[in-house]
């Protein structure tokens, strides 16, 4: 009996604490590698992979160096579908692992925070591969990090032979290996040599026109965008064709811009429940998306689509501002006013599943037979299904106001209970598990997000669009940049880190003219200058009249590239050359007007020959301001604020605007307050014309009337 009580009292509590402690190791991850602490969330993703990975740095190269072995470099992102695939048939494999380990040092990269070494190892695919390139991004390099091989996904087996093909390769006949490593180096390196030219070239409304019938040729003129699949939304282009057609009254060009919009809008790239637009489409009617949003694209589209509202006010391009404005705040936005990065094409392990509708799902939800009867027509669904396993995307059949038409039926009838249905299914969709989120804050990318909130509050008037720009201005300026003008690439868990690279000056600067420009704050404008000073110090080469993408002290490093092609995001350089143009209008004769002309000048060759104009058109953008010099609008005044605001709802591409209630510093505004009155200077190449009291008179000197 003394036994059994002791049993009962000490025996069995000692069991149950053995299969506690039992259960906490088996759910112990059974791998974990030096990326569990990083900041990526894609490096974190990778943390418990049984490839022994290394970030990108010394660590790694130094290790190469010491153990005579070929580096292996993994680059991609959190909200890439195929880099999931990859990791999770690929890199958890312990076998394959086992190899990897073995053979090479391997590397894992987040191209999102180091874009400098993504753009060496995509050069180098580009050259290396005759299969297109992509991420992931796989790249064999020597132990000093100089690319031997690179290419994109590859399934298990294939990767297995390519591993071992290296391997064999490096340990039988290393010589041949570093051969290809010095060819394919100077390659990438000849490749960032651009065709620059130090001549002055003259300036031509016929020239511009030349480059402007050369996109013409690649738009689709039915549908928008480029002709062809897979089409990605390209927002610089069409904001440039927007200015070119608004200043040279060329009438040909707006139907490609509004069609462009309007298909974008009604498209299956744009979330039609909850607002934002995905990163591309994989067809060419802009039907079925590849679904991650990335929030480079969202941003320069809120900025389009203002710009557009406010050439002509249509309701469509209000809703698609609104909404995805709601997006940004409802899931894109941190407590500190920061914009995430991206959000995933997957949930539950498939892409889309978050986004797309069996027929009887969407029938059940809405109830009503009517109700649902009319979404099902409007937004294309079918039993079928428009994409996979009988699912559908919503797809709009176009405007309200054509559909309207052609049913015979009333349009605020019709906006009503589509708006009904699309909240009842918004709710239901709320339910279902959310795509993964990148809650990293990347400069260059919030400064975009923070450019559009401006755009949108001049298209719309919405205060809180106002104040979601500031607060983002306040991040960037208290906490991702230093004391003396130097700025961090990214922002997580409160801590800034990764010097901040070309991109994230050019459009921090851009942005913050723009935002002094909506809101007369000077400390905007004084700190754009600190950061194109130390942009200066950083990265500009006087020799070349360019700015390269990386600072030097970029440890690892085999090239310093030169960004200076357009795409989806205008590139850095020229970026910086427009910010050069702008800056010469607030602070004239420090030299960035003529800097601004010098990069034209040097990139000339390659924009007179270049056969497409998108990937040169924030370069174009910057030849129309050289060719029609912008208005100084200056306002001046106790009622500055009132009459700024009232003039930067209408669409004036062609304008930078400065202003105060009292004195200014600012060469421009010198002399020109006039105790209690408010007085609008327009003026051109710093000469102005009479000044007027009343928006309507300001208006008529800046549209030449």
């Known amino acids: 009996m003394v036994l059994t009580s002791f049993f009962r009292k000490a025996f069995i509590p000692l069991l149950a604490l053995l299969w506690l402690l039992g259960a906490c190791q088996s759910n112990k991850e059974p791998y974990t590698n030096r990326l569990e602490n990083e900041q990526s969330l894609y490096l974190r993703q990778h943390a418990h992979n049984p490839v022994d990975w290394y970030p990108w740095g010394e660590e790694a190269i130094e290790k190469a160096r010491k153990e005579g072995k070929l580096l292996l470099i993994s680059i991609g992102y959190a909200s890439c579908h195929w880099c999931h695939v990859m990791e ?34 995509m050069t180098a695919c580009q050259f290396a591969s005759n299969s297109p390139c992509g991420w992931p991004l796989n790249a064999f390099a020597t132990p000093d990090a100089r690319p031997v091989w690179a290419g994109t996904y590859f399934p298990k087996k294939e990767w297995v032979e390519l591993l071992e093909y290296f391997a064999d390769l490096y340990r039988n006949d290393p010589q041949k290996v570093v051969q290809y490593a010095n060819e394919l180096t100077r390659a990438v390196d000849d490749l960032d040599i651009y065709k620059h030219s130090d001549e002055e070239h003259p300036l031509s409304g016929e020239e511009l026109q030349r480059l402007v019938e050369k996109f013409k040729n690649t738009a689709d003129a039915e549908l928008g965008g480029r002709k062809g699949a897979p089409k990605f939304p390209m927002p610089n282009s069409y904001s440039f064709l927007l200015a070119y057609q608004h200043l040279f009254r060329d009438t040909s060009i707006y139907p490609l811009i509004e069609s462009t919009l309007d298909h974008l809008s009604w498209g299956g ?79 539950e392990g498939e892409e889309g599943t978050y986004y797309v509708w069996k027929e009887e799902e969407i029938k059940k939800a ?28 919503l797809i709009a059949q176009g405007s309200i106001d054509a559909y309207a038409a052609k049913k015979g039926l009333d349009k605020a009838k019709l906006e009503q ?41 001049r298209a719309l008037g919405e205060k809180e669009y106002l104040q979601a720009a500031i607060r983002s201005a306040e991040l960037i300026s208290k906490k991702m940049s230093t004391t003396d003008g130097s700025l961090y690439r990214t922002y997580s868990d409160g801590k800034a880190s990764i010097p901040g690279f070309l991109d994230d000056y050019a459009f921090s600067v851009q942005a913050f003219m723009t935002l002094y420009e909506a809101t007369f704050d000077p400390k905007y404008l004084e700190t754009a200058l600190v950061w194109m000073k130390k942009a200066e110090e950083r990265f500009w080469d006087q020799g070349k009249a360019i700015y390269y993408y990386a600072a030097d002290d970029h440890k690892g490093l085999v090239a310093r590239r030169v960004e200076v092609d357009d795409n989806v995001i205008p590139s850095s350089n020229s ?60 306002v001046v005044g106790p009622k500055a604020a009132a009459l700024r605001d009232s003039l930067q709802r209408e669409y004036i591409p062609n304008s930078i605007w400065m202003g105060s209630e009292k004195d200014s510093e600012l060469d421009l505004l010198k002399g020109k307050y006039r105790d209690g009155k408010t007085l609008i200077f327009v003026c051109q190449n710093r000469v102005c014309q009479l000044p007027v009291g009343f928006t309507a008179q300001a208006l008529r000197q800046l549209k030449g009337k």
């Not at 039609?272 to 969202?298: A, C, T």
């Not at 006010?313 to 914009?339: C, H, N, W």
């Not at 004769?589 to 924030?618: C, H, V």
């Open 88 to 121: 999770e048939e690929t890199f958890s494999d312990t076998s394959v692992a086992r190899f990897m380990n073995q053979n090479f040092v391997c590397i894992k990269v987040d191209r999102e925070e180091r874009p400098d070494v993504d753009g060496i190892y």
């Open 269 to 347: 790239i744009y979330d039609q429940l909850g607002g934002g637009f995905s990163r591309y489409s994989v067809d060419i009617f802009w039907k079925v998306p590849h679904f991650e949003k990335m929030l480079y694209d969202n941003a320069q589209l809120v900025s389009l689509y203002s710009q557009a509202y406010r050439h002509s006010p249509k309701a469509d391009y209000e809703r698609v501002i609104r909404q995805t404005l709601e997006f940004m705040k409802r899931e894109m936005t941190s407590p500190e006013g920061g914009f995430y990065s991206s959000q995933d094409a997957d949930s």
């Open 366 to 393: 809405l109830g009503e037979e009517a109700l649902s009867k009319l979404f099902v027509d409007f937004y294309q669904i079918s039993t079928a299904g428009n994409w996979e396993k009988g699912k559908n995307v």
């Open 417 to 457: 209970d589509l708006a009904r249905s699309r909240k009842t299914l918004f709710d239901l969709r709320s339910k279902r598990v959310l795509p993964r989120l990148d809650d990293k804050i990347i400069t260059s990318w919030n400064a975009l997000m923070l450019e559009a909130y401006v755009e949108a509050w």
């Open 575 to 634: 970026a910086m050359a427009r910010n050069c143009f702008r800056m010469e209008r607030f602070y004239p004769g420090i030299g960035f007007g003529d800097r601004a002309r010098a990069m034209l000048d040097a990139i000339w060759p390659q924009l007179a020959t270049g056969e497409d104009l998108t990937y040169y058109s924030n370069w174009s953008r910057l030849y129309l301001d050289q060719l029609q010099p912008p208005f100084e609008v200056a």
